[in-house]
């Protein structure tokens, strides 16, 4: 799954309730809403720079912080999908690396909850979901060869499949 965006569309208040629900200091939250209020930019267009305009939403470009703080908004959002159970006895499972998540689950209908629960969470922090770059892939463990085959032999490629 990927983010329209994503970047551009964290809403600024959601950065900070993130921070909060990290239990984050009071300082260094007003640190960090001090970067963010009043930001003001320009756009230089054929060597002329429009008129300033005011910058809403979306986490700084180019701030060394910005990573962490987009990174703490997702993992947020990742927290509130209910994923008890162990490895190996959960219905579903997420991963994460910055705008791009990974949904696996047992079942299809577990998948296609997990995939809504995350797109309306997501939704209320401002990001969209990118529907042109979010892929699925679905296998049985019928489609699952035991025993791979290593294509040309000692060249270390291993192919998997019946047809291997």
């Known amino acids: 799954m990927d983010y329209t965006y994503a970047f551009d569309s964290v ?6 309730d993130s921070l909060i629900q990290y239990k984050i200091p009071p300082k260094p939250i007003r640190l960090v809403k001090l970067t963010l209020e009043n930001t003001m930019a320009k756009v230089k267009v054929n060597n002329t720079h429009t ?3 005011r910058v809403e939403s979306r986490v700084k470009r180019g ?8 990174s703490l908004v997702i993992d947020t959002i990742l927290k509130k999908i209910d994923l008890r159970g162990n490895i190996l006895m959960r219905l579903r499972q997420l991963m994460a690396y910055a705008d791009d ?3 696996t689950a047992s079942l299809k209908q577990s998948l ?3 995939f809504q629960q995350l797109k309306n969470y997501s939704l209320k922090v401002g990001l969209t979901i990118n529907e042109k770059k979010t892929k699925y892939l ?4 019928k489609d ?16 998997y499949g019946s047809n291997a």
């Not at 701030?63 to 987009?70: E, G, I, Q, W």
């Not at 699952?144 to 192919?159: D, E, L, M, Q, R």
Request: charged residues 20%; neutral net charge.
């Open 144 to 159: 699952i060869n035991p025993y791979p085959t290593v294509f040309p032999p000692g060249k270390g490629t291993v192919a």
């Open 101 to 103: 998540i990974l949904i």
């Open 138 to 141: 679905m296998y049985t463990i």
């Open 112 to 114: 296609m909850d997990t």
């Open 11 to 16: 809403k600024r208040d959601k950065i900070l």
């Open 63 to 70: 701030d060394p912080f910005s990573p962490t703080l987009f």
């Open 51 to 53: 008129s300033e305009f």
